[in-house]
Structure formats: structure tokens, C-alpha cells
């Protein structure tokens, strides 16, 4: 697969991910990504990341995190962030969201 095909695929399964509100569902070691877990204080974050070659590289970000303040009850925000880079720039953005 080429980097636009592979980044194109990403997108399908995070919009998968966001209809059925699921982030579980996003799985991406069968097209090389690694999973990072990082410890932030959100309630879940990862990072998944796949080095295409030595310039080019996809990066996923997934951050789970209470909305709520005082007084207020509010669902969980889901958010997805995907960057197709080459070299230091971003050719592509991909975000997308949900709420449970």
C-alpha cells in the first residue's frame, strides 16, 4: 500500500470507530502501526504510529477525557487526530469525534 492508501484506510476505521462509538474497534498492527499508551491524566490516550520510510510517517492520536466541570454531568469526549506527514510537514489531517 502506498501512504495515501494506508492513510485512507485509517480514516475508514476511525470513522467505523466513531459510528459505532468504540474506540476499541480501531485496531492497526495489521497495517504496522504501534500502539503507545500514554499516561497523562486523561482517561485514555494513545498513540499509534507508523514510519513508512525515513521521511514519511502516519500518526494517530486518540484522547478520551471527561467533559464535565462543577455542577455539571456531561458524556466522556472521544477525539481522533491523524496526520500524514513527509519530512516535518503535514500533508494530511484527518480528525473526527464522539461523545459517550
Not at 18 to 33: N, P, Q, R, V
Not at 59 to 73: A, K, L, M, W
Amino acid at each position: 500500500m502506498e501512504n495515501k492508501e494506508i492513510f485512507e484506510e485509517v480514516k475508514r476505521r476511525i470513522q467505523r470507530s466513531c459510528e459505532t462509538k468504540d474506540h476499541a474497534i480501531l485496531e492497526l498492527s495489521d497495517l504496522g502501526f504501534k500502539k503507545e499508551d500514554v499516561n497523562d491524566g486523561r482517561l485514555i490516550h494513545y498513540q499509534f504510529k507508523l514510519n513508512i520510510d525515513p521521511t514519511s510517517k502516519i500518526e494517530i492520536d486518540f484522547r478520551c477525557y471527561d467533559q464535565s466541570g462543577p455542577f455539571q454531568n456531561l458524556p466522556d469526549m472521544n477525539k481522533f487526530t491523524a496526520h500524514l506527514k513527509e519530512g516535518n510537514e503535514i500533508i494530511e489531517t484527518y480528525q473526527d469525534t464522539y461523545e459517550d
